[in-house]
């Protein structure tokens, strides 16, 4: 019978420290593989040169790496990649780089398919197989770091946790890929240029709130009428607005970050002056910035971009009213790239 050998990127640097030891070997050799497998992401054992042969070839009968593959990349005509990222169970995920002048953009999945049911976004029709590792999120953004220094000649700038998947719902791995993310010891980003954004689920957001985490917030929020938001985001039935500011609130008077709102307007169901006071009146509890974003149809045509007009109501309003407002074009449309067309469609 095969034995099924173990990810060591599962192992923490202190287990791996301790594996050695039992080996009967110095616990020093550890933190030199716990380097390979971070900072300098080797794909396999025999990458690792100042490991002798015999302990790689130890480490190879003990442990596999599950690295993900690039399966297919994209590009688009705005310079925008699309990454078709294999993982090592052959399940598929999909990760974005966005260039603009001044900065690289990663967005990042973080589930395989989606534990959500936002009807307005591709990644929901795909159900949720699992969640991903640390490791795999962590990999996806080494793979589009290495892309931006390829292509733009710059290291990656930003993340945003925004690909595939709730972030929240997978919470734990997601703050371990950001540990690994940030620390000296993985790629030595600094979180105040990482946004993990979330359709807002209560209970995690005070546990981050409580976490005192560094890094920014982004709530979806697309609508901030009760009834309309359940209409498009059926999740809303279970953690209502009341909850979600409840929770914002108490994420404000933590961590003193402002909150910034991911906004689509569309036609016929929140292009109305009503749906705009309602929104002016959920971000005055808390210093927080709208950003209103392009939509970008998928298939069947039931959600539509709203008019030009209906989108300066939305700027005008905000605007008089204090609160700092970005329309966003979107980027990599013609390769399905764009915020909620991410389907693994290929
Ligand atoms: S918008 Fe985000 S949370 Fe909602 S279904 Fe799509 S991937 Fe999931």
């Known amino acids: 019978m095969e034995i099924k050998k173990k990810d060591i990127r599962a192992l923490t640097k202190e287990q791996l420290r301790q594996f050695f030891v039992e080996q009967g070997d110095k616990a020093f050799r550890g933190n030199q593989v716990y380097e390979w497998l971070w900072q300098k992401s ?3 054992f025999d990458a690792m040169t100042n490991i002798s042969k015999e302990t790689r070839q130890m480490l190879e009968d003990n442990f596999v790496i599950n690295h ?3 399966d297919q990349m994209q590009r688009s005509s705005d310079g925008t990649i699309k990454n078709a990222v294999r993982l090592h169970d052959g399940l598929i995920v999909e990760s974005v780089l966005i260039p603009t002048d001044t900065r690289t953009t990663a967005c990042v999945s973080s589930q395989v398919g989606c534990s959500l049911d936002c009807r307005f976004c591709a990644t929901a029709r795909l159900k949720r197989m699992r969640n991903l590792n640390p490791d795999e999120i962590y990999d996806q953004v080494v793979a589009i770091d290495n892309e931006s220094r390829l292509y733009f000649d710059r290291p990656l700038s930003n993340i945003v946790f925004m690909g595939m998947g709730e972030p929240l719902m997978n919470y734990n791995n997601v703050l371990k ?5 940030t620390s000296p010891e993985g790629l030595g980003m600094s979180p105040k240029r990482i946004v993990v954004s979330t359709s807002g689920v209560p209970k995690i957001i005070k546990k981050m709130a409580d976490e005192e985490v560094k890094f920014g917030l982004a709530v979806s929020l697309h609508s901030a009428i009760d009834e309309v938001r359940t209409s498009i985001m059926p999740f809303n039935a279970t953690f209502p607005l009341k909850d979600l500011r409840e929770a914002l609130e108490y ?5 003193k970050n402002k ?9 016929g169901i929140n292009d109305t002056q009503e749906a705009v006071d ?7 509890f808390a210093p927080s910035k709208v950003n209103l974003i392009e939509y970008n149809p998928i298939d069947d045509g039931e959600f539509q971009q709203a008019s030009n007009k209906a989108v300066e109501m939305y700027q005008n309003t905000l605007e008089r009213n204090g609160i700092t407002v970005t329309v966003r074009r979107s980027r990599g449309k013609d390769i ?11």
């Open 278 to 284: 309602a929104l002016v009146k959920f971000c005055k």
């Open 251 to 255: 994420w404000y008077s933590k961590t």
């Open 177 to 181: 890929a950001i540990d690994k993310i």
């Open 259 to 267: 909150i910034t709102y991911e906004y689509v307007v569309w036609k």
């Open 336 to 346: 399905d790239a764009a915020c909620g067309q991410l389907a693994n469609k290929q």
């Open 68 to 70: 993900i593959r690039v």
């Open 42 to 44: 080797a794909h396999d």
